[in-house]
């Protein structure tokens, strides 16, 4: 007796929505790929840019991104539904770039103590950007680490203040005054040579 063709062989990935993505991954996976790479694709930049501008370096954000790519294929199984996917995302982005952060870190200091130049291109998180580089980018090296990555996913991840806090395992309100807190900051610091341009 024929079978009609499997329901997942006969949908549209650009169609659904993320959710119906996430079902449809977690039924389908490791056979078939399809409601995961549109996944992938919707966020892919976005999860690119929030990579760069929280490590400073387009490199080390590359290696990340495929990380979380792979962490999202496996763990789409296990994924529950209790958060969106996106906070789930880059929940799982946040800490890749904070493991990724803390190697560059003692690479460093490893250089220092062996009064030696740094070896890869990870560049000094307070040294001013190069003239023309402008946005975000250039704001965001006056900052510490924890207000850099709120400022990123708040401006580049378009999160809400309570994902954010959530992937930080932050309360609202301390998300909230951290966030303003790092744009006071960024106001007083670049006000005067911003009123240059």
């Known amino acids: 007796m024929n079978q009609p063709q499997p329901l997942q062989a006969r949908y549209n990935p650009r169609d659904l929505t993320d959710e119906e993505l996430v079902e449809r991954a ?20 976005t999860l ?5 501008r929280y490590l400073n370096n387009e490199r ?25 996917f996106k906070t789930w995302l880059y929940s799982i982005t946040y800490n890749e770039c904070i493991t990724q952060y803390r190697k560059d870190r003692r690479k460093r200091r490893l250089a220092d103590a062996l009064a030696l130049e740094p070896l890869d291109e990870v ?11 402008g ?3 250039r704001w ?5 680490p924890i207000d850099r990555e709120i ?36 106001r ?3 006000a005067p040579e911003d009123a240059a341009d």
Not at 48 to 52: G, K, L, T
Not at 62 to 83: H, R
Not at 125 to 133: D, L, R, V, Y
Not at 161 to 177: N, R
């Open 26 to 45: 977690r039924v389908e996976l490791f056979h078939v790929t399809r409601a995961y790479e549109e996944l992938m694709r919707r966020y892919q930049r």
């Open 48 to 52: 690119f840019n929030v990579c760069a």
């Open 60 to 84: 080390d954000a590359d290696d990340v991104c495929q990380e979380v790519m792979l962490k999202v294929l496996y763990g789409l199984k296990n994924f529950e539904g209790k958060s969106k």
């Open 123 to 133: 560049s000094d998180e307070h040294a001013p950007k190069a003239e023309g580089q």
């Open 135 to 137: 946005g975000l980018d």
């Open 140 to 144: 965001l090296v006056h900052v510490n």
């Open 151 to 186: 400022l990123v996913l708040r401006f580049v991840a378009e999160l809400e203040f309570q994902e954010i806090a959530d992937i930080m395992h932050m309360g609202l309100s301390a998300t909230k005054m951290r966030y303003k807190r790092a744009l006071d900051r960024l």
């Open 188 to 190: 007083d610091n670049l």
